[in-house]
């Protein structure tokens, strides 16, 4: 599936935490709350990450690792290439970031055997 959007400003949770995100705006129902592997492209530029669909904000977060520009207002093009895992709730800041990193890894190691890296 591939989704496309402008890059809108969430809660900046993931900020705070050390994993900021783009997010975009995604119709009710459309997606599975799921934490998914994904690539980016933005601006022509292709990346490899995480993201999730959170539906109560109606929003995809995406992770992008190493990734220290503004891209508020930018249109961005998402494709989805794996489900990771289901959608939790975490007791703590320190949960979802031992989680977030444990996503990378999974996706990191999905990028390593389909030799995308």
């Not at 809108?8 to 949770?13: E, P, R, T």
């Not at 799921?34 to 539906?55: H, L, N």
């Not at 990771?84 to 390593?112: G, H, V």
Request: charged residues 30%; aromatic residues 12%.
């Amino acid at each position: 599936m591939i989704l496309t959007g402008t890059v809108i400003s969430g809660k900046q949770l993931g900020r705070t935490i050390g994993f900021p995100t783009a997010n975009i705006h995604v119709e009710k129902g459309k997606l599975l709350p799921c934490t998914y592997g994904v690539s980016i492209d933005i601006e022509g530029k292709r990346f490899f990450w995480i993201g999730a669909y959170i539906p109560w904000t109606e929003m995809f977060e995406v992770h992008i690792f190493d990734f220290e520009r503004d891209i508020y207002d930018t249109e961005i093009t998402i494709e989805i290439l794996l489900t990771i895992r289901d959608n939790q709730k975490f007791n703590s800041l320190d949960e979802l970031k031992k989680q977030i990193e444990k996503d990378k890894k999974t996706m990191e190691e999905w990028l390593e055997s389909n030799k995308r890296l």
